[in-house]
């Protein structure tokens, strides 16, 4: 099972980037997909969900209108779209795939949101 999270950097604040997670090993379209985030000194948190399907998805109050998860099946791919950054957004931005009970990791990808 891989994980591969792409598309991080530095940004300005107000500006955009998106986060792509590429996935691999096991069947991509009965898992579901959290993009995580963890800033220095602080808890890892949940930034947005999405089902299966792609029909429901879920996201962190501080994220909610700024930030858009999707997924691509076919592609075994989810992206995380996201605007309006703010220095808060900094953070390292984790994959992360719900199997049943088992949980798979990426390495991680790093924004900065910094002017």
């Known amino acids: 099972v891989q994980l591969v999270e792409s598309g991080g950097g530095l940004v300005q604040p107000g500006g955009s980037l998106s986060l792509s997670c590429v996935v691999s090993?096991?069947?991509?379209?009965?898992?579901?997909i959290t993009w995580y985030r963890q800033a220095p000194g602080k808890e890892r948190e949940s930034v947005a969900t999405?089902?299966?399907?792609?029909?429901?998805?879920y996201y962190a109050d501080s994220v909610k209108g700024r930030f858009t998860i999707s997924r691509n099946n076919a592609e075994n791919a989810v992206r995380l779209q996201m605007t309006n950054l703010k220095p808060e957004d900094t953070a390292l931005y984790y994959c992360?795939?719900?199997?049943?009970?088992?949980?798979?990791w990426g390495q991680g990808t790093q924004v900065t949101v910094s002017s």
């Open positions: 090993g096991f069947t991509f379209s009965t898992s579901t």
């Open positions: 992360n795939a719900k199997i049943g009970f088992t949980y798979y």
């Open positions: 999405i089902t299966p399907s792609g029909s429901s998805t």
